[in-house]
């Protein structure tokens, strides 16, 4: 059982936006710490889609946003294309664990 | 550009050891942690725990220690991952992630991450 809290998959048609929540508590993002948010796609390596809740890196779509308020924090995604179908993980610090949690995964797919 | 390079995949007998390494490149490789995430598969990911690769300090997460050894050889930017004792629960994809940000404290993101190394471990 994940500390952060993501609903286990979610799904739109091309050209939709969707949302992928992220639920801590107040001994993780309810604290202050950061979330980051990862894509990975089917058969590679986790990549940092967004970091410190809501900067992209350099390169990521300005599609991708994220967001944090109170305990939660989430990710939208706008103008939903194909090659988004992926695995989405959210990430941040807890207080009580005394090391970086994620969250178990929400798999994106778009129909 | 930055750039994190594991070692190949791994079939062990179920006691044996593994050593993964993680070879960094295209930054100092000093100023930044490196971290270890596991994947077992069809799950998400689990953080092991993470180096500082100034002092060579470990830090490991619940569930791994023991049998979980992070090291260092900075004369060749790379990051080990050490499993001995292994077994069938331990077939998994590893990952080593640069750690940037105030990885001392809580505010550590990872970026970029290694292509993973997958250790089997099967009789």
């Known amino acids: 059982q994940s500390v952060l809290t993501q609903p286990p998959s979610v799904s739109g048609a091309p050209g939709q936006r969707v949302t992928i929540s992220c639920t801590g508590n107040?001994?993780?993002?309810?604290?202050?710490?950061?979330v980051h948010w990862y894509q990975q796609l089917p058969g590679t390596a986790p990549k940092l889609l967004i970091y410190d809740n809501n900067n992209r890196p350099s390169g990521v779509p300005d599609r991708f946003s994220g967001s944090k308020s109170g305990t939660s924090a989430s990710l939208a995604i706008t103008g939903l294309q194909a090659e988004d179908e992926a695995d989405y993980y959210c990430?941040?610090?807890?207080?009580?664990?005394?090391?970086?949690?994620f969250g178990g995964g929400t798999k994106l797919t778009v129909l | 550009q930055v750039q994190m390079v594991q070692s190949g995949s791994e079939l062990k007998k179920p006691g044996a050891s593994v050593k993964v390494s993680c070879k960094a490149s295209?930054?100092?490789?000093?100023?930044?942690?490196i971290n270890w995430v596991r994947q077992a598969p069809g799950q998400g990911l689990e953080w092991m725990g993470w180096i500082n690769t100034d002092t060579g300090n470990p830090t490991y997460a619940q569930g791994f220690t023991g049998r979980f050894v992070f090291s260092l050889d900075t004369s060749v930017s790379t990051a080990f991952l050490q499993i001995s004792s292994l077994e069938a629960e331990d077939t998994a994809m590893y990952y080593c992630?640069?750690?940037?940000?105030?990885?001392?404290?809580?505010?550590?993101?990872?970026?970029?991450w290694g292509q993973g190394t997958l250790v089997t471990v099967s009789s």
């Open positions: 295209g930054y100092m490789f000093t100023d930044y942690a």
């Open positions: 990430q941040s610090y807890d207080t009580s664990l005394s090391g970086r949690v």
């Open positions: 107040i001994s993780n993002i309810g604290a202050g710490y950061d």
């Open positions: 992630a640069r750690g940037v940000g105030y990885c001392t404290g809580g505010r550590c993101r990872f970026d970029p």
